[in-house]
């Protein structure tokens, strides 16, 4: 944990007044998680803050009654912050802000906290852990290492990043620091068990016949050693599913012992197009490959988005896993 950096964060935010808290767009679990838990500290200090979101969370997050609520109103722009933080994102590209920040009048001081490889350090003040299981770990222990109170409300928040990321304890972001973290904010009040039934429990049937639609698409490319599915936006039409309902899909698939990495491909209702790649090989980094595509993430788990359709993309990624030397 790198002290310095942690404590020089906690020592700028005593004096800032007006704090803007940035999750990246299409937050995940981990990215709300972390902001909420901001939020609830930042609260607790009395110091005046908002959020803002490039994109608004889907439902499934919403009834979250630990997560605050995320702006998305672009007018929130138009307010005076002199400190920004930023949380679960390589780069303000992929947080949505690039542009925001690029038309302000003045500079804003930038808080950075990630747990992506792939992050370029674009903060003020970076607080970046590629060895942590996600952002929410490195939360917690910022807090820890400034002598701060974890309230119940800022556990639970920072137990769905940690559940979130670590597909429940069960992907090869595991490990022995993150569930000892799980277990000291379960102690100090987080409702584990809410989250359990939240996270793997509540799948409705549409969400089981999507996985079915997935699976029954599964290709295997021999030539890459790539084992992978494609979701359209007419399948998650068809089955009354929303864009949640696939998460979990690429976790479930590094299961399987063909191929060298699995990789999910889904259109969104943004008219993008998100790759969700996994691996459980130490001589694979697929990181690399969502770095090519725009996106980042770790060597056994990593994200990218993408404007091109979805054979396009796979047109793309042949490419450049040929340059990568993923060939056999």
Request: hydrophobic share 40%; aromatic share 8%.
């Amino acid at each position: 944990m790198p002290q310095r950096t942690a404590k020089q964060i906690m020592a700028h935010l005593d004096t800032a007044n007006q704090v803007l808290i940035i999750p990246h767009q299409n937050p995940d679990g981990d990215a709300l998680g972390s902001a909420s838990a901001l939020a609830h500290f930042l609260r607790l200090r009395d110091k005046m803050f908002h959020t803002f979101c490039a994109s608004a969370p889907v439902a499934k997050y919403q009834k979250h009654p630990h997560l605050v609520t995320i702006n998305t109103d672009v007018q929130v722009w138009e307010q005076e912050f002199d400190t920004i933080i930023v949380v679960d994102s390589g780069d303000l590209k992929y947080a949505g802000i690039k542009e925001h920040l690029e038309n302000l009048p003045y500079q804003p001081v930038i808080i950075n906290f990630d747990h992506h490889q792939t992050n370029n350090q674009f903060g003020h003040y970076n607080l970046v852990i590629p060895s942590a299981s996600s952002t929410a770990e490195i939360l917690y222990w910022f807090f820890r290492v400034n002598g701060q109170n974890i309230t119940k409300e800022m556990a639970t928040a920072l137990l769905t990043g940690l559940i979130t990321d670590t597909e429940n304890f069960t992907n090869p972001g595991t490990t022995a620091k993150s569930l000892k973290v799980a277990g000291d904010l379960i102690r100090r009040g987080a409702n584990y068990n809410f989250l359990r039934k939240w996270f793997l429990k509540d799948k409705p049937l549409n969400s089981l016949r999507l996985w079915g639609v997935a699976l029954s698409r599964l290709v295997a490319n021999p030539d890459y050693g790539l084992v992978y599915t494609s979701l359209s936006l007419t399948d998650f039409s068809e089955h009354g599913a929303e864009e949640t309902e696939a998460e979990g899909i690429a976790n479930f698939l590094n299961n399987t012992g063909d191929g060298k990495a699995t990789l999910v491909l889904r259109e969104m209702t943004n008219g993008l197009v998100k790759g969700s790649l996994r691996t459980t090989r130490a001589d694979i980094d697929v990181s690399s490959l969502a770095k090519a595509l725009g996106g980042g993430g770790h060597r056994k788990a990593a994200g990218f988005t993408s404007s091109a359709s979805l054979s396009e993309v796979l047109a793309q990624i042949w490419v450049i896993l040929e340059k990568l030397g993923w060939k056999e």
